[in-house]
């Protein structure tokens, strides 16, 4: 398809992806190449302690690289179609959608794919997203490599998460067509697969393990679930035993927080739980707030909560 493209008309093509906030082609290719011939000094590595004390690995593009890659997110990324079972990483869904398939159901299986964004290779990338067919090689292996970092997908590039949605699609099909025929309600919240109804469990688990073994992909069998309705049900931090609702103790430890910061005052308390970075401590505190007025908008006393912490910010 490509055989008979001229520089020019490669030029206006590459123009057209408006990847670079200017129209000199020279500049544009002088910064893409650099940037993606120079890969590893355009990422600052982040090191999160998770709650199970393991350490998670994210990886921040350089406002330069980011910018590009939310231009290849919105230009290239985004009109492709995605699996209608997937509920992360598209725009108006949210862990609410993921999980309000599922309520009232009388088993729930959660099932986790082991090392998820490590395991989306830039092969995978190159062959699902900008592969010849819809672009000249030269110019989708420079794609894939503004995406990509160390060959594979980088937890925290603004493209990584529609990538992997595109990489999972052919995977999302074949499961939901498996679950519709098996009565079974299936959604994917990134590496969080969750199965709900009445349904032979080894069955379903046998099946999913295959089939993500010839995707290139592993089960994480330690965090293999099945929660029964006499049991609490949560998906995605959401319980939905009979309804969609927040845990209880979840709610519970915002309240203590924000009664001893009213209390001793947001100075005094965050030095009481020896909170070194003021800012990023009450960051994360309006997101899990933010978080309980995703599932219960009208919550008045999570509204004044957010009203507070942004106050101070």
Request: glycine residues 2%; proline residues 1%; positive net charge.
């Amino acid at each position: 398809m490509w055989r008979y493209l001229t520089d020019d008309k490669y030029n206006e093509f590459l123009l057209s992806l408006n990847l670079v906030n200017t129209t000199n082609i020279k500049m544009v290719k002088k910064i893409l190449y650099n940037i993606s011939n120079n890969i590893d000094s355009n990422y600052d590595e982040l090191i999160i302690k998770k709650k199970n004390g393991k350490l998670r690995f994210l990886y921040e593009p350089s406002d330069e690289l980011k910018n590009i890659q939310k231009n290849i997110l919105k230009n290239i990324l985004e009109d492709k179609r995605l699996a209608d079972c997937v509920t992360s990483y598209r725009k108006n869904y949210s862990v609410k959608d993921n999980a309000k398939y599922h309520v009232n159901k009388n088993i729930i299986v959660k099932l986790d794919i082991k090392n998820f964004f490590n395991n989306i290779t830039f092969d995978k990338v190159y062959s699902t997203c900008f592969y010849e067919a819809l672009y000249p090689k030269s110019l989708g292996i420079l794609l894939t490599n503004l995406c990509c970092y160390h060959n594979t997908l980088p937890q925290g590039a603004p493209t990584s998460g529609y990538i992997s949605n595109l990489v999972m699609r052919k995977f999302d099909e074949l499961v939901s067509s498996y679950s519709k025929e098996n009565n079974i309600t299936y959604t994917r919240y990134s590496d969080d697969m969750t199965f709900s109804g009445d349904f032979n469990v080894n069955n379903l688990i046998t099946y999913v393990e295959k089939l993500l073994t010839e995707n290139g992909f592993k089960l994480n069998k330690r965090k293999t679930k099945v929660i029964k309705q006499s049991q609490r049900q949560l998906v995605t931090g959401i319980v939905i035993n009979k309804k969609i609702s927040i845990c209880k103790k979840y709610k519970r430890k915002i309240r203590q927080e924000m009664y001893y910061a009213s209390k001793y005052g947001i100075n005094d308390h965050i030095k009481k739980i020896k909170v070194k970075d003021k800012e990023l401590y009450l960051k994360k505190l309006l997101g899990r707030i933010n978080f309980v007025l995703q599932i219960e908008l009208m919550n008045t006393e999570f509204q004044n909560y957010k009203k507070l912490i942004k106050d101070i910010l």
